[in-house]
Nanobody, 118 residues
Framework: VQLQASGGGAVQTGSSLRLSCTAS????????VAWFHQAPGKEREVVAS????????YYADSVKGRFTISRDNAKNMVYLQIDSLKPEDTAVYFC????????????WGQGTQVTVSS
């Protein structure tokens, strides 16, 4: 199973982007999905996650108030809305799913680059 992340781009400070994530060969409507980012020279870290039903979400402190994770299970899509982009948001953004419902995000997409210029 391969996840596909899209929606990244090169934008200016203060812009918004909506990243999308889907699974190529199965639905993940009963599975938690998370977004991670990895900035150059830094470790990959989780920025947001959402339960299968969408009823529970988590945000890293650094993104609260600017990032919104959501999902449309009818479309098999998970989204990450990023507002008020800052240069420090520059990173590759990955989505990952807990397809085995074991608490591990062990299915990953290829990542989408977000570059924010000042």
């Amino acid at each position: 199973v391969q996840l596909q992340a899209s929606g990244g781009g090169a934008v200016q400070t203060g812009s918004s982007l909506r990243l999308s994530c889907t699974a190529s060969s199965r639905t993940f409507k009963t599975n938690a999905v998370a977004w991670f980012h990895q900035a150059p020279g830094k470790e990959r870290e989780v920025v947001a996650s959402i339960s299968g039903s969408g009823g529970r979400t988590y945000y890293a402190d650094s993104v609260k108030g600017r990032f919104t994770i959501s999902r449309d299970n009818a479309k098999n899509m998970v989204y990450l809305q990023i507002d008020s982009l800052k240069p420090e948001d520059t990173a590759v953004y990955f989505c990952a799913a807990d397809l085995k419902n074991n608490g591990l995000y062990d299915y990953w997409g290829q990542g989408t680059q977000v570059t924010v210029s000042s």
